[in-house]
């Protein structure tokens, strides 16, 4: 089944290290690609999209994500994470000829420690 | 707060019995989507709307789920006979055209006991 893989499922990191959390998708052709951020407590926000150009795509608070075609991945960065980056991270896609129906990956947790 | 609003937070309702959450999307957002997720998972799409109209609906969702946007703004979600397997976060969402970025509410969890 076409689907959206995040492959990790809890992430533990000390503050100032680096993050890459992995997302890959199995839709062929166009895609439009997103990252969602959920801190606790709070309703989803997008971090940064990518519809086409660029493929390296800076988003809020530092992050960044880069698609590779070939690979059919859009993983997510940042450099050194903080305290404050503790949430559950959702990767989505909407997939080609279907505007309306945007596809989640099952989050990755992130718990940062000070 | 100019965002996407949804009543109410939590629900608990007894098996059985019929829910209906309501959402209220940006105001100049014409679409609208109604996801469900569950603790480990991301969400799931349920329906969505352009206007009023229900152009698209899941699989998930059987014949006891109902959604309306009578005219275009608000939307309910309406729940008949509940089960257990329907407790689950009820997500509304906007967005003001295809295949942007849509703006997520803060949900309802609904709990079946």
């Known amino acids: 089944a076409q689907s959206v893989s995040q492959h990790n499922h809890h992430v533990i990191l000390s503050e100032a290290a680096s993050l890459e959390l992995g997302c890959n998708y199995s839709?062929?052709?166009?895609?439009?690609l997103f990252w969602y951020v959920q801190y606790p407590g709070q309703h989803l926000q997008l971090l940064l999209k990518?519809?086409?150009?660029?493929?390296l795509v800076k988003g809020i608070k530092g992050f960044e994500a880069e698609f590779i075609k070939s690979k059919f991945s859009f993983n997510l960065r940042k450099p050194s994470v903080q305290w404050s980056d503790t949430a559950e991270y959702f990767c989505a896609v909407i997939p080609p000829l279907n505007n309306n129906d945007m596809r989640f990956g099952a989050g990755t947790r992130l718990t940062v420690k000070p | 707060d100019t965002g996407v609003s949804q009543n109410p937070r939590h629900k608990i309702t007894k098996r059985g019995q019929n829910v209906t959450f309501r959402c209220d999307p940006i105001s100049e957002h014409n679409r609208l989507y109604w996801y469900r997720q569950t603790l480990g998972q991301g969400p799931e799409f349920l329906t969505y709307f352009q206007n009023e109209a229900q152009l698209e609906k899941s699989r998930l969702l059987s014949d006891r789920f109902s959604a309306e946007r009578p005219k275009g703004s608000f939307s309910t979600l309406e729940i008949q006979r509940t089960e257990q397997g329907d407790s689950a976060m009820y997500l509304c969402?906007?967005?003001?055209?295809?295949?942007?970025?849509?703006?997520f509410g803060q949900g309802t969890r609904l709990t079946v006991v």
């Open positions: 990518y519809f086409s150009g660029d493929p």
């Open positions: 969402a906007s967005s003001p055209s295809t295949g942007g970025e849509a703006f």
């Open positions: 839709y062929g052709g166009t895609v439009n």
